[in-house]
Structure formats: C-alpha cells, structure tokens
C-alpha cells in the first residue's frame, strides 16, 4: 500500500520529557543530515535521550541525539553524536532564542519523524519540572486510573 504525501513516519520519541519538563509550545523544525544518517534514521536507529537544542549565532543546533552507524555503508560512515544544525525561519530562531534566555527554559526534541520524505524534529519550549511537580502530576493519573476502574467496574458513564 503507498502512502500519502502527507503521511508522518516517527522515527523515535523521548517519552521521558513529558515526565521532567511542562510543554509549553511545540514546533517543527528541518534537520540538516549526512546520507547515510537518512538511511540509518529510516530503519528507525536513532535515540533523543538526553538531547537538547541551542540557539548559537542566529543559528539553531541539535546536541545529544544518537543516529546509530548505518552498517552497510563502507570507510565513510557519520559520527554518531555529532551536533546538527536544525532548519527554522529567522522569526522563530530569534523568539525561540530570547524565550530560552529566560531562565528555567530550554529547548527539548520530542520525537523525530518524516513528512513528505523530510526528516523533521519536533521541539518543544518547555520549563522544567521540579521534583514535587513531578510527584503532583504522578498521583493525579493514578487518581484518574483508579476512577476508571471504578467505572468500568460499576458500569458508570
């Protein structure tokens, strides 16, 4: 079966930023790739954890993401962890720069994906958590998951 155009294929998640930093916006941003980067990025090889974003000299920049060695390819294979330049309009770079000034924010990739053939991050502007926000926010889902329970058991709409 052939996809749309438009369909997203998400190479990997950080499920983990969810847990340590309030989402506070989102945005999507190019990324600029070596080839066999793309190949390894397409048979799902990659890994945010631990990785950020930088804005350095009205440029912005990936550090941390692991894109695993494509193996099939020969003497010229990428560095795995090498910081790569992220592609946003100069209004977003200069907004999202000052924004991160700020203290307590930061720029944190949520998942990695393509769209139309182009391999694409979406970054957050997050703030992050402190541990008793942490703590909060576990004990209000185990508060909804027990209530579920309870209606399913029940039959309550």
Not at 17 to 33: K, R
Not at 60 to 82: Q, V
Request: with cysteine; charged share 40%.
């Amino acid at each position: 079966m052939a996809r749309k155009s438009g369909d997203i294929k998400v190479v990997c998640q950080n499920r983990k930023a969810h847990h340590d930093f309030d989402i506070l916006e989102t945005i999507e941003a190019g990324m600029v790739l070596e080839g066999t980067e793309v190949k390894s990025l397409r048979e799902g090889r990659a890994n945010l954890k631990d990785s950020y974003a930088k804005i350095k000299k009205g440029e912005a920049f990936l550090y941390g993401m692991h894109i695993s060695p494509y193996p099939h390819a020969s003497y010229n294979n990428h560095d795995p962890e090498r910081v790569r330049k992220l592609l946003l309009h100069k209004r977003e770079i200069l907004r999202l720069g000052s924004r991160t000034r700020e203290k307590g924010y930061s720029l944190v990739p949520l998942k990695v994906y393509f769209r139309k053939g182009k391999a694409k991050v979406e970054l957050a502007l997050a703030k992050g958590k402190k541990a008793y926000d942490k703590r909060e926010t576990i004990k209000r889902k185990e508060e909804t998951r027990q209530l579920e329970r309870l209606r399913k058991k029940y039959h309550i709409r």
